[in-house]
Nanobody
Framework: QVQLVESGGGLVQAGGSLRLSCAAS????????MGWFRQAPGKEREFVAA????????RYADSVKGRFTISGDNAKNTVYLQMNSLKPEDTAVYYC????????????WGQGTQVTVSS
């Protein structure tokens, strides 16, 4: 059974940094893509960033380009989201997700970790 466990959230001042981690287990993820999504209160969940285990290609939402970096450690089956220059509008619950690269929809999700950016 696939499990995704996020960690690293917290409270930070605007302009600060946080690094989120997502530890994946339960299968081989070499043919998977891993993504980060977020959901702010009263808003729909939105895409933040994604990476493929094979090749390491990445993709970002326009709102985080240049500030966030997604990376992966194959040996640890862990994906990271380095968040710099944080803004109050980055406040949300951040979710890690996984999908096979042959499908479009993410079908495995973590429980989420809260990120709060104070102004």
């Amino acid at each position: 059974q696939v499990q995704l466990v996020e960690s690293g959230g917290g409270l930070v001042q605007a302009g600060g940094s946080l690094r989120l981690s997502c530890a994946a287990s339960g299968r081989t993820f070499s043919s998977y893509a891993m993504g980060w999504f977020r959901q702010a209160p009263g808003k729909e969940r939105e895409f933040v960033a994604a990476i493929t285990w094979s090749g390491g290609s990445t993709r970002y939402a326009d709102s985080v380009k240049g500030r966030f970096t997604i990376s992966g450690d194959n040996a640890k089956n862990t994906v990271y989201l380095q968040m710099n220059s944080l803004k109050p509008e980055d406040t949300a619950v951040y979710y890690c997700a996984a999908r096979s690269t042959v499908v479009v929809r993410y079908n495995y999700w973590g429980q989420g970790t809260q990120v709060t950016v104070s102004s």
